[in-house]
């Protein structure tokens, strides 16, 4: 019985036993019944993750479970990465969920919908069970199973709180309508490629995969890169994401943003560098490169831009998965270009950041509930000055946003550098392709790194600091301890991640050294990574740990400095500088609009504003002006190039099918009958 | 003999960078008529904002009340571990490019945070323009980086002065000066001088750094001038550092260090000079035609790393 074992039976116990409770435990008790129980299973898939990284494997099969297949699960180090990311996750947003599913109820007005509701409840521990599942599955038909409860748990999961908005519907069948198209583009994908293998168990697909010919192999690539890649919410299939998520209860969307997407990922490195092996050719990788920086660019223009609460973080996933996709197709193009040192340079980089993302996003999510739930607003423009009533959540917010934007200390400042220099060094070693791909992957890794700088100090500043911009802003409080409980444990992670990133980084570069078949592409000198160059020479090193060392110190001199030379006496309060007119108001501050339009601007032929200014006179004269309207919509444009025509098309292909359902009995006996002569025809003319 | 080094590049930095301030605008004066007062106009700034009575504006929170610390702190950084008097840098792990970048860049947002959080419209706007100008500096930015890590194999700037040293034909290769070139514009963008941003003006329309700190008042002030005046010189040291590195000293030796600081301060103070002649003849740019000019110096970027494959 080793830890791994232990950890998946306890994570598959704990989390059978959770739904059960969520259908039993009566309602006072339960969110905290189901939250523990979450938790227990996340720190269980945790441990076990972790063991699986370091080296342990196992395999269980239940083939009599399932008619046609059975079911066959193999845990492996690449799968331990994502059950430990998984189990993190669950962790905290278990626990985050006890407070955060009971809701501010007691009849303030502000009823939640019901997110303690039998329902909800138990089918929680079941997406959580399925997410554990997909990456350790391994069969096809396991794969697509486990990927199929995750997608239909995680859609009623969505539309959770369906009677309180009626946007949730519509989400609800974005989400619906995607994920199960994104189903059928794995399932054509693994069909064809299972058909050419003895039969579905990965161990059968990797030994078919050298029997390929390429075309086959390009499109199992393709057609399961479409159903992942959609999954992982990247351009142009991530119109579901920024639907989904902002209406998504929050702790709901913080199991989807941190945990789920990232499966869209394994599959996409599983399918390509696991079952696929050495049959990759450079233009798979090209394209998933490619379309990593398009999401990535993408995804955090439209959050830069954007002042939905939610939906800004949920474009910020479609920008963090893109980054994760420019590292794993940068490692596919090493790959076969022959250098498998980058290749796991940049694996390991990709997986850095998927860990780093984790942590972030699910901190950002949960406090960003915390605020929906305390003032019914989810619009930047209608919040700020959070910081009074809200200090712990402001705080918590504050270490995810620098996290997620890319500075020292944050976590996500050392992955990016990670694959910054796996970039970087690419370059003598591609060839011409190289020399003009990864210039721009480095210009778009530092343009998404740049923006996502403006989109979360625009978040953070307008969201959390200067003046409430509404009443329930300002009389905001925060919410249970359990809340602030689960925010504290995604903060420590996200902490230690930006601190001693030397902890876990080791682990992950040889998972990935592993999967591209190399050796492990850092090594840790004391508090120091340092990069391994194709002879053994370091050529490059950083450590995050003395860096932030050095800004303390920093601080401690300008401060000391500052009090022996500065005046001795008291501060004094005095008014804001506001030109003479009289105290400001908080109308006059900037919002999260005004705050985004020089970009907004800049960016203006790519996003494509729609402007609406209405002015109404008065009846008297037409020079007198009685009200001015403004209003400003910047629609996804590739959602409006891309779906509207396909929708226009499905929607006119239902109004014509309605001319032949005129309610004519005879004429529907009719069909019938011409149908069956014409199936006899067709089996007399085949035969 | 680190330590040493360390030491001597922070008094450095920190006592001569008012300095070059007061000469950047000396040379200002003088080129349009005026006497100026003196290169050290801005050391007697900062005493007498420093004897002033600290003021806390009404409804401000920590994050304004911190950030001049932790602006001065990554320059204070940025100074100890960036190759400025020698390339043996104490802290080697953080004497990468990257980290550098990303540490200043840490300053001016800590700067627009404490903007927003004045509840001020001049506040907000200092802060949105700056992050815009930010945000659309990066690429041009990492992008040079890349161009002049790439002959050297490594981004740590040690290695990359070190190996311009070494050869120093590499700083008449195309891919140095493409990117010298675009490194330029970004440290204009950077510091926030003319054409991208006006030191000295305290319009409404135009200002972008000046409206961040408009709030700031004595001693918190005269951090945030201290460290705009770091910035600057720190910037303006490592484009002479990377691009003509001659005079900097390679080990801890003291005597050599002691023939550094000298040729640093030429080199520092003849770039300002440069920087402040060119400023007179140039007006502010609107703040939309910004990216026109960023997106002119990051096709020069680009050609620096497609120079560095093709013709190496």
Redesign the interface.
Known sequence: MTALHAGLGVALGAGSLTALAGLLVPRRARTTVVGAGLAITGAAALLAGIAAMTGRSASFAVPDLLPLFGLLFTVDPLAGVFLAITGGVTVAVGIYGIGYCRGPGDGQGHDHGGLDARGVQAVLPLFVLAMLAVPVAASVGTLLLCWELMALTSLLLVIAEHRRRPTVASAGRWYAVMTQLGLVAILIGLSVFAGHAVDGSFAALRAAAPTLTPAVAALVFVATGIGFGSKAGIVPLHAWLPRAHPEAPSNVSALMSAAMVNLGVYGIVRVGFDLLGDTGAAWWWLLVLGLGALSAIYGILQA?IGTNFKRLLGNSTTENMGLILIGVGAAGFFGTAGDLDLAALALAAALLHLVNHAAFKTLLFTSAGSVVQATGRRDLDEL??L??GMPATTAAFGVGALAA????PGAA?VSE?LL??A???G??ATGVAG??VL??A??????T???A??TF??A???GF???PRTPEAASATEGPASMLVGMGVAGVACVALALAPTLVLPTIGSVAGATVGAGDPVRIHG???ELV?TLGAT?????PL??TL??????V???AG?RA???R??????????CGGGP?S?R???TAT??????Q??FDDVLRAEHDVDVSHYDESRYLVQTVEYRRRVPDRIEKRLYDPVLRLVAAWGQAGRKLATGSVHRYLGYGFYTLCGLLVLLVVTR | MTGLVVVVQLLVVVALSPLLIGMMRQVRARMEGRVGPGIGQPWRDLRKLMRKQPITPDGTSVVFRTAPLVLVATCLVVAAVAPLVSTAALLDPVSDLFAVVALLTLGTVTLALAGIDTGTAFGGLGASRETTIVALVEPTLLVAIFALSVPVGSTNLGAIVGATLADPAQVLSPVSLLAAAALVVVIIAETGRLPVDNPSTHLELTMVHEAMILEYAGPDLALVELAASMRLSLFLGLLANLFLPWGIATGGDPLLIGLAVPALVVKVAALGALLAAAEVFLAKLRLFRVPELLAGSFVMGLLAVGASYFLA
Do not use: C
């Not at chain 1, 050095?550 to 601080?555: D, H, K, N, V, Y």
């Not at chain 1, 005004?594 to 970009?599: Q, Y």
């Open positions: 830069a700020g000055g910081n009074t934007s890319a500075l020292p400042f550098w910054l220099q970039l970087i060094h370059l003598p020399a003009i210039p721009l480095v210009a778009a890794v530092a343009l790194a740049g923006l700088v403006a100090v625009k953070f500043g307008i600091l200067a003046k508090l120091t990574i160059g050529v490059g090193s950083l450590s003395m860096l050095a800004l303390l110190i920093g601080t001199l300008a401060l500052a030379l500065a005046t006496r008291a501060a004094r309060a005095a008014r804001l500088w506001d400001l908080a006059m501050e900037y005004s705050f985004a339009e020089p970009l601007r800049v």
